[in-house]
């Protein structure tokens, strides 16, 4: 991608949401504070902040709203920065022989734009074709919620999930397609409530234009119950 020179500003890049690697961006010293190390340090931040915009937080209100923010922050909604909290890789063998496609779909995501750190709400569709491992049904959701738990690009969050995936079943053949609305954008700058925010990473044979229509076909497939 040619960014244009006027991109350069760093406001201007997190605007426009662009990315900079697959990787989350973490600095050397990310896991030598514990946990409650980290929220102690958050409270005090979000404290400063909340003061600094004027607010009184002696009102019975606001008073635990630092605490409140700084366990949201490192136990929630970026929980999954922690490597210790990466669900298990548990596979079985394909006792089924079955060779087809595997589609989970509707896959609910709740992540955190790390531009605006605002909400990015949406499913996430995986499938993969299996080469004799296969994995939980829930492991794929779980996967999903720990990237998902972390500032993010939703360009990366799709990255991340189809490479671990890749990794996990040992095989190219994995495809995630997520479609989210980014709060930043429905709720402020250009306001607009209807827009969406389709990406895809498809590996191995789903970048074959036959399956990967197969792969299309069944996330349109809508199903009554
Ligand atoms: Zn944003």
Same mark, same amino acid.
């Given at each position: 991608?040619?960014?244009?020179?006027?991109?350069?500003?760093?406001?201007?890049?997190?605007?426009?949401?662009?990315?900079?690697?697959?990787?989350?961006?973490?600095?050397?010293?990310?896991?030598?504070?514990?946990?409650?190390?980290?929220?102690?340090?958050?409270?005090?931040?979000?404290? %400063?902040? =909340?003061?600094?915009? #004027?607010?009184?937080?002696?009102?019975?209100?606001?008073? !635990? /709203?630092?605490?409140?923010?700084? +366990?949201?922050?490192?136990?929630?909604?970026?929980?999954?920065?922690?490597?210790?909290?990466?669900?298990?890789?548990?596979?079985?063998?394909?006792?089924?022989?079955?060779?087809?496609?595997?589609?989970?779909?509707?896959?609910?995501?709740?992540?955190?734009?790390?531009? %605006?750190? =605002?909400?990015?709400? #949406?499913?996430?569709?995986?499938?993969?074709?299996?080469? !004799? /491992?296969?994995?939980?049904?829930? +492991?794929?959701?779980?996967?999903?919620?720990?990237?998902?738990?972390?500032?993010?690009?939703?360009?990366?969050?799709?990255?991340?999930?189809?490479?671990?995936?890749?990794?996990?079943?040992?095989?190219?053949?994995?495809?995630?397609?997520?479609?989210?609305?980014?709060?930043?954008?429905?709720?402020?700058?250009?306001?607009?409530?209807?827009?969406?925010?389709?990406?895809?990473?498809?590996?191995?044979?789903? +970048?074959?234009?036959?399956?990967?229509?197969?792969?299309?076909?069944?996330?349109?497939?809508?199903?009554?119950?």
């Amino acid at each position: 991608m040619k960014i244009k020179s006027d991109f350069n500003d760093v406001d201007a890049l997190g605007d426009d949401h662009i990315g900079s690697s697959s990787d989350t961006p973490l600095r050397a010293d990310a896991f030598e504070l514990t946990s409650s190390e980290k929220i102690d340090s958050i409270k005090a931040d979000v404290k %400063h902040i =909340l003061e600094t915009l #004027g607010l009184d937080l002696n009102d019975d209100s606001l008073k !635990g /709203t630092p605490n409140r923010v700084a +366990k949201m922050f490192v136990n929630e909604i970026f929980g999954g920065l922690d490597p210790a909290k990466k669900p298990s890789a548990s596979t079985f063998d394909n006792k089924y022989k079955y060779g087809e496609m595997l589609v989970e779909k509707n896959i609910t995501v709740y992540s955190t734009c790390e531009h %605006h750190l =605002l909400p990015i709400v #949406g499913r996430a569709h995986i499938a993969y074709i299996s080469n !004799g /491992t296969v994995v939980g049904l829930s +492991k794929m959701n779980r996967i999903v919620d720990y990237f998902a738990k972390r500032p993010q690009v939703q360009e990366r969050l799709t990255i991340q999930i189809v490479k671990e995936l890749q990794n996990v079943l040992n095989t190219e053949d994995v495809a995630c397609v997520i479609d989210a609305k980014h709060l930043c954008v429905n709720s402020r700058g250009i306001r607009d409530i209807e827009s969406s925010t389709v990406t895809s990473e498809f590996g191995g044979k789903f +970048k074959e234009t036959e399956t990967r229509r197969e792969l299309l076909d069944y996330i349109q497939l809508d199903t009554q119950f």
